[in-house]
């Protein structure tokens, strides 16, 4: 059976934190805009990317890290999707991933990278470099995150549930 967590989000799951911070990527004053969930250890990872024939270069250097079965976490940014901008935008998804890293202790190899947003502009990097260290994570950073991805959503989305598998739950 299948229990809905009240109040539940990603950090509901053992082991995970998550956080964000305004870096200035959107328009919106004190908006969050740069956010990272974190296992405190390698879990096994599974994705859901887009079908359309245009693909952010985050996208694909998330499909990339797919391949090794697991991750440790994601980090991603609003206002600026990555998309439509040629090479620069896998060069600069890589170094966020790398900057995000750095910043827990873990390899950006071992992170996804997501970005959503205006399509045809490049990350602003500058933005990202000097902010993403005021990302600060813990076990209640769930909605902090959820409301960093957040584009033209009127509100945050997040769902918890619990189940038992093989006896564990």
Request: aromatic content about 4%.
């Amino acid at each position: 059976m299948i229990e809905v967590i009240k109040g539940g989000g990603i950090t509901s799951a053992e082991g995970f934190v998550a956080g964000a911070t305004y870096a200035g990527l959107k328009t919106e004053p004190d908006s969050l805009d740069l956010g990272i969930i974190l296992s405190d250890r390698p879990a096994n990872a599974a994705a859901t990317f887009t079908s359309n024939s245009i693909e952010s270069p985050s996208v694909s250097a998330s499909r990339k890290r797919l391949q090794r079965g697991e991750a440790r976490g994601v980090v991603a940014n609003s206002g600026c999707a990555n998309c439509s901008v040629g090479s620069q935008g896998y060069t600069d998804a890589e170094e966020m991933a790398e900057l995000a890293g750095i910043h827990t202790g873990v390899s950006g190899e071992e992170l996804f990278v997501a970005s959503t947003g205006v399509i045809g502009v490049e990350l602003p990097m500058a933005l990202i470099r000097q902010n993403i260290t005021n990302v600060t994570l813990s076990g209640d950073g769930g909605t902090d995150f959820a409301r960093s991805i957040m584009t033209t959503d009127s509100k945050h989305k997040e769902r918890a549930v619990s189940f038992v598998h093989a006896g564990k739950t």
